[in-house]
C-alpha cells in the first residue's frame, strides 16, 4: 500500500496532510481482531474552522473553473480510482469489516460514479424561458452554492464520498467532508487521489473527529452554504436543527427499514439468494439492507425454510479471508445488535437460525450470525427500528392489500423490493408503496444507470443517485431582461 499510504494523525486541509490543532488523535480499529490499524487527527471546532475558510478561499477560483476543466479533473480522479482499486478496497474492508470483494465492488461502484459526475459536469444547464413579447428574454442559470459540509457514515464510506463530493465538486462546489472517525480511510485515500488528480488546494477537504465535535462544528458553521447529512434519523434531526440556524438548505439521507415482499407465484430461485444477500451484504449494515421479509401465507413455510438454509450457509470472517460476511464495524454496533437478538425471544419471536456469534473461532472480533426471526408483530422491535445487523424479521400476508398495508406500517420510506412473475401486480404494488425506490424482482438497482437515490418518510429527502444529484448541488438563478436597443427597421 505503500502508493497510497495515509500519514497518520493528520487530515486533508487545503492541500496539506495536517495534525489536529491540539495534536489529537483517534484511533481507526479493525473489527476483526479490535485491535488499532491506525491514528487520524481529532478535529474539533478549531480544524473545522480552517478547513472551511480553506474552502471558501478556493471557492470563487473553483466555481470560475470551466465545467469541462472539472470534468477533466473529475475524469482522472476516476481514472486513478481505477488504478488503485486494490489498495482502496483494502483500506475499507479492513476498516469496515466486510469482505475484500466487497470493498473491491464498493471501489468499482465509487469509480462509475465519479465518472459519471465527470461527464456530467458540462451538461448542466439552465432553460431559456417563454416571454410575452419579443421585447424580453428570460433564462435560468445554475450556480454552485458555495461550500457544501458532507458528512457521512462508516458503512460504504467511499461509494458515499463519491455519491456527494463528485456532484458537487461538478457544479463548482467546493467541499469539507466529514467521514465517521470509525471508519475514515477510505475517503482519505480517495482525497489523496483528487488532490494528485489535480483537485487545487482548498476544493476538497476531509477533517476526521467525533460527531459531537467536528460534526456539530460543521453543521453549525456560519460559513457553510450547504449541508449533506448521510446517517441515522436521530442525527439527522440535529442536523437539521443546525442548518436552520443559518438557514441553509440541507440534503438528508437517512435510515431504512425495507421489506422484501415475495407473492406467491414469485421465483424463489431468484429470490432467495437476492434476499439473504440483502440482509447479510456489508453484515445488513446499509441504509437499504432487506430487513423485513414479508411472505405470502402459502409459501410461508418454504421460503422460511430456504432462507434459514442460506443464512446458515453465509460463510463469515475477517476481510482478508474474503468470505461471504465480515464482523459488525464496532463495540457499539455490536452491543446494539444482540440486545435486538436478546430481546426478540421474549418479545415472543421465533429464533429461525443464528442468534449468536458466528464461531468460537472469531472471538477476537464484533461477529454475530446471519439471524431469522419468525412469527414477528408489527409492534415489535425487530420490525420497526432499524437494526443495521444481519438480521431478518419475517412476516406472513394474505393478498395485495395487506402486502401493501405492511409494506407501509413504517415510519420508514427508502426502498421497497417486489418478487412476483405477474407485471401488473408488481406495477400496481410499485405505485401503493410508500418508497423513494422500488425493485422488482431484483434487490436494489442492478442494471440501471443513474437510478435516483431517493427517500420518503423519516429516510429524508434527497434526490442523490443520478444526474439529479448536479442538481441538489446548484442553486438557480432566474434571470429577466428588457431589451432596449429595438432593431431601427
Ligand atoms: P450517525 O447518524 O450516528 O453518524 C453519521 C455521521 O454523522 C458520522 O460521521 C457521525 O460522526 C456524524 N455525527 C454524529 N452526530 C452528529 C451531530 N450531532 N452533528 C453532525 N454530525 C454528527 O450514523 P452511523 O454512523 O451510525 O451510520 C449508520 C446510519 O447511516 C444508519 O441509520 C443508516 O441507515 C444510515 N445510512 C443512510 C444511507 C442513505 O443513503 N440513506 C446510506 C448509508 C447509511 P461519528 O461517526 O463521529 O459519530
Redesign the pocket.
Not at 486494490?86 to 466487497?102: N, T, W
Not at 410499485?430 to 443513474?450: C, E, K, T, Y
Not at 442523490?464 to 428588457?482: F, I, M
Given at each position: 500500500m505503500a502508493d497510497l499510504d495515509i500519514p497518520t494523525a493528520r487530515q486533508l486541509v487545503d492541500g496539506d496532510w495536517t495534525p489536529a490543532a491540539d495534536g489529537g488523535e483517534l484511533p481507526v480499529l479493525d473489527p476483526a481482531t479490535r485491535e488499532p490499524i491506525q491514528s487520524v487527527a481529532r478535529a474539533r471546532e478549531v480544524d473545522v474552522d480552517h478547513a472551511v475558510a480553506a474552502a471558501r478561499r478556493a471557492a470563487p477560483g473553483w466555481a470560475a473553473t470551466s465545467p469541462s476543466e472539472r470534468g477533466a479533473i473529475l475524469s482522472r480522479w476516476a481514472a486513478l480510482i481505477g488504478e488503485h482499486v486494490e489498495e482502496l478496497a483494502a483500506y475499507e474492508a479492513r476498516d469496515v469489516g466486510k469482505p475484500r470483494s466487497g470493498g473491491r465492488l464498493n471501489m468499482y461502484i465509487t469509480q462509475g460514479i465519479v465518472d459519471y459526475f465527470a461527464g456530467a459536469a458540462d451538461k448542466l444547464t439552465g432553460v431559456t424561458l417563454p416571454t410575452r413579447t419579443p421585447d424580453y428574454f428570460g433564462y435560468t442559470r445554475p450556480e454552485p452554492y458555495g461550500v457544501c459540509a458532507v458528512?457521512?457514515?462508516?458503512?460504504?464510506p467511499a461509494v458515499?464520498t463519491a455519491a456527494n463530493v463528485a456532484p458537487a465538486l461538478a457544479a463548482g462546489n467546493t467541499v469539507v467532508l466529514?467521514?465517521?472517525?470509525?471508519a475514515p480511510l477510505s475517503p482519505f485515500a480517495l482525497a489523496e487521489l483528487g488532490r494528485r488528480a489535480g483537485l487545487p488546494p482548498g476544493v476538497l477537504n476531509v477533517v476526521t473527529?467525533?460527531?459531537?465535535e467536528a460534526?456539530?462544528a460543521?453543521?453549525g458553521h456560519a460559513d457553510i452554504d450547504h449541508i449533506s447529512?448521510?446517517?441515522?434519523?436521530?442525527?439527522?434531526r440535529?442536523?437539521m436543527r443546525?442548518a436552520a440556524q443559518h438557514l441553509v438548505p440541507v440534503k438528508l439521507?437517512?435510515?431504512?427499514k425495507s421489506p422484501n415482499v415475495v407473492f406467491a407465484d414469485a421465483d424463489l430461485d431468484a429470490a432467495i439468494p437476492a434476499i439473504i444477500a440483502s440482509i447479510t451484504e456489508n453484515a445488513g449494515q446499509?441504509?437499504y439492507a432487506g430487513s423485513r421479509l414479508l411472505v405470502e401465507e402459502s409459501i410461508r413455510a418454504e421460503v422460511v425454510e430456504r432462507v434459514a438454509a442460506g443464512m446458515a450457509a453465509v460463510r463469515t470472517g475477517p476481510w482478508d479471508q474474503d468470505l461471504d460476511m465480515g464482523p459488525l464495524v464496532s463495540q457499539a454496533q455490536y452491543e446494539r445488535v444482540r440486545g435486538f437478538l436478546a430481546e426478540a425471544p421474549a418479545a415472543g419471536a421465533r429464533l429461525v437460525v443464528g442468534g449468536e456469534p458466528a464461531t468460537a473461532a472469531f472471538d477476537d472480533g464484533w461477529y454475530v450470525a446471519p439471524t431469522v426471526f419468525d412469527q414477528v408483530d408489527s409492534d415489535m422491535r425487530l420490525v420497526r427500528e432499524?437494526i443495521?445487523g444481519p438480521v431478518l424479521a419475517v412476516q406472513g400476508f394474505r393478498g395485495v392489500d395487506e402486502a401493501v398495508a405492511m409494506m407501509n406500517d413504517t415510519d420508514f420510506g427508502?426502498l421497497a423490493c417486489i418478487w412476483t412473475t405477474d407485471v401488473s401486480r408488481a406495477l400496481r404494488v410499485a405505485g401503493l408503496v410508500r418508497a423513494g425506490q422500488v425493485a422488482v424482482n431484483q434487490f436494489h438497482d442492478a442494471g440501471v444507470i443513474g437510478f435516483p437515490?431517493n427517500?420518503q418518510k423519516e429516510?429524508?429527502f434527497?434526490r442523490g443517485g443520478g444526474y439529479a444529484a448536479l442538481r441538489e448541488y446548484t442553486q438557480e438563478k432566474a434571470v429577466a431582461v428588457r431589451l432596449l436597443d429595438r432593431p431601427s427597421a
Amino acid at each position: 500500500m505503500a502508493d497510497l499510504d495515509i500519514p497518520t494523525a493528520r487530515q486533508l486541509v487545503d492541500g496539506d496532510w495536517t495534525p489536529a490543532a491540539d495534536g489529537g488523535e483517534l484511533p481507526v480499529l479493525d473489527p476483526a481482531t479490535r485491535e488499532p490499524i491506525q491514528s487520524v487527527a481529532r478535529a474539533r471546532e478549531v480544524d473545522v474552522d480552517h478547513a472551511v475558510a480553506a474552502a471558501r478561499r478556493a471557492a470563487p477560483g473553483w466555481a470560475a473553473t470551466s465545467p469541462s476543466e472539472r470534468g477533466a479533473i473529475l475524469s482522472r480522479w476516476a481514472a486513478l480510482i481505477g488504478e488503485h482499486v486494490e489498495e482502496l478496497a483494502a483500506y475499507e474492508a479492513r476498516d469496515v469489516g466486510k469482505p475484500r470483494s466487497g470493498g473491491r465492488l464498493n471501489m468499482y461502484i465509487t469509480q462509475g460514479i465519479v465518472d459519471y459526475f465527470a461527464g456530467a459536469a458540462d451538461k448542466l444547464t439552465g432553460v431559456t424561458l417563454p416571454t410575452r413579447t419579443p421585447d424580453y428574454f428570460g433564462y435560468t442559470r445554475p450556480e454552485p452554492y458555495g461550500v457544501c459540509a458532507v458528512i457521512i457514515p462508516w458503512n460504504v464510506p467511499a461509494v458515499l464520498t463519491a455519491a456527494n463530493v463528485a456532484p458537487a465538486l461538478a457544479a463548482g462546489n467546493t467541499v469539507v467532508l466529514k467521514p465517521s472517525e470509525v471508519a475514515p480511510l477510505s475517503p482519505f485515500a480517495l482525497a489523496e487521489l483528487g488532490r494528485r488528480a489535480g483537485l487545487p488546494p482548498g476544493v476538497l477537504n476531509v477533517v476526521t473527529g467525533l460527531g459531537p465535535e467536528a460534526g456539530v462544528a460543521l453543521t453549525g458553521h456560519a460559513d457553510i452554504d450547504h449541508i449533506s447529512f448521510v446517517g441515522s434519523t436521530v442525527t439527522g434531526r440535529s442536523v437539521m436543527r443546525a442548518a436552520a440556524q443559518h438557514l441553509v438548505p440541507v440534503k438528508l439521507e437517512l435510515g431504512g427499514k425495507s421489506p422484501n415482499v415475495v407473492f406467491a407465484d414469485a421465483d424463489l430461485d431468484a429470490a432467495i439468494p437476492a434476499i439473504i444477500a440483502s440482509i447479510t451484504e456489508n453484515a445488513g449494515q446499509n441504509c437499504y439492507a432487506g430487513s423485513r421479509l414479508l411472505v405470502e401465507e402459502s409459501i410461508r413455510a418454504e421460503v422460511v425454510e430456504r432462507v434459514a438454509a442460506g443464512m446458515a450457509a453465509v460463510r463469515t470472517g475477517p476481510w482478508d479471508q474474503d468470505l461471504d460476511m465480515g464482523p459488525l464495524v464496532s463495540q457499539a454496533q455490536y452491543e446494539r445488535v444482540r440486545g435486538f437478538l436478546a430481546e426478540a425471544p421474549a418479545a415472543g419471536a421465533r429464533l429461525v437460525v443464528g442468534g449468536e456469534p458466528a464461531t468460537a473461532a472469531f472471538d477476537d472480533g464484533w461477529y454475530v450470525a446471519p439471524t431469522v426471526f419468525d412469527q414477528v408483530d408489527s409492534d415489535m422491535r425487530l420490525v420497526r427500528e432499524e437494526i443495521f445487523g444481519p438480521v431478518l424479521a419475517v412476516q406472513g400476508f394474505r393478498g395485495v392489500d395487506e402486502a401493501v398495508a405492511m409494506m407501509n406500517d413504517t415510519d420508514f420510506g427508502l426502498l421497497a423490493c417486489i418478487w412476483t412473475t405477474d407485471v401488473s401486480r408488481a406495477l400496481r404494488v410499485a405505485g401503493l408503496v410508500r418508497a423513494g425506490q422500488v425493485a422488482v424482482n431484483q434487490f436494489h438497482d442492478a442494471g440501471v444507470i443513474g437510478f435516483p437515490f431517493n427517500m420518503q418518510k423519516e429516510s429524508g429527502f434527497s434526490r442523490g443517485g443520478g444526474y439529479a444529484a448536479l442538481r441538489e448541488y446548484t442553486q438557480e438563478k432566474a434571470v429577466a431582461v428588457r431589451l432596449l436597443d429595438r432593431p431601427s427597421a
